[in-house]
């Protein structure tokens, strides 16, 4: 089989990083998220983090340059030789054109389009707590949102500080204005299928899945 790229799109809060996390395990892909290594960056004060830091508190986009490297980069490390799941890039056009140039034009799989409603994801990043560590998502009711303990490694489980009201206004933003012109670039190519991010997140994985699968088969 060749190699297996997948792009989890929508809204903040759409449920990608839930649902990326899931179907990297059942695709034994790794799951590649920016916002991921870019925190990461940010918490180990390396330079990129450095750099960054203000950026990301400011819920605007890092320089095209900048992620397109650090994707390329994930790319060449062995556990990507089978593919990756892309959770929160391609995040411009000109990052989706960089995406076809390091992969070639048939590089991309699939790319799923998780539909959410404003009002929901609005209410959905306001309850989210994240582990530092592990980047594990819970919600504000969750025991391990109240006890600040990430059940999966220990880690503190804390509101990222982009999860705050005027945050979430700006990067809501910010993905209609620069990220959702990307649903007509995957549409014309034929990669692209739309899921309603709405519903449970186990349906929401088995309908993810299903697509997944059929286009594996073809
Ligand atoms: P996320 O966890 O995907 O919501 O990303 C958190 C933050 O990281 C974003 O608000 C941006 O500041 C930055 N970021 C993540 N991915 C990208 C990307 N592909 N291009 C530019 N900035 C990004």
């Not at 076809?100 to 991309?108: D, H, K, N, T, Y």
């Not at 982009?162 to 014309?188: H, S």
């Amino acid at each position: 089989m060749s190699r297996l790229i997948l792009v989890i799109l929508g809204k903040q809060g759409a449920g990608k990083g839930t649902q990326g996390r899931r179907l990297a395990a059942t695709y034994a892909v790794p799951h590649v998220s920016t916002g991921d290594i870019l925190r990461a960056a940010v918490k180990a004060a390396t330079p990129v983090g450095r750099e960054v830091a203000a950026v990301l508190e400011a819920g605007e986009l890092v320089s095209d340059d900048l992620v397109n490297r650090l994707v390329e980069e994930r790319f060449e490390e062995p556990d990507a030789a089978g593919g990756a799941l892309l959770d929160g890039y391609p995040r411009t056009l000109a990052q989706a054109e960089a995406l076809e140039a390091i992969l070639g034009p048939s590089g991309v799989t699939l790319c799923v389009n998780l539909e959410v409603p404003v009002e929901l994801v609005s209410e959905r990043l306001s309850a989210r707590r994240v582990c530092v560590d592990c980047g594990a998502i819970y919600r504000d009711v969750d025991p391990e949102a109240r006890s600040g303990i990430c059940s999966v490694c220990g880690g503190r489980v804390v509101q990222r500080a982009d999860d705050r009201p005027e945050a979430i206004r700006q990067r809501l933003e910010v993905y209609e204005r620069d990220t959702a012109p990307l649903l007509d670039f995957y549409r014309d190519r034929g990669l692209l299928v739309n899921v309603d991010g709405a519903r449970e997140a186990d349906e929401v994985t088995a309908t993810i899945r299903g697509a997944i699968d059929e286009r594996i088969a073809r």
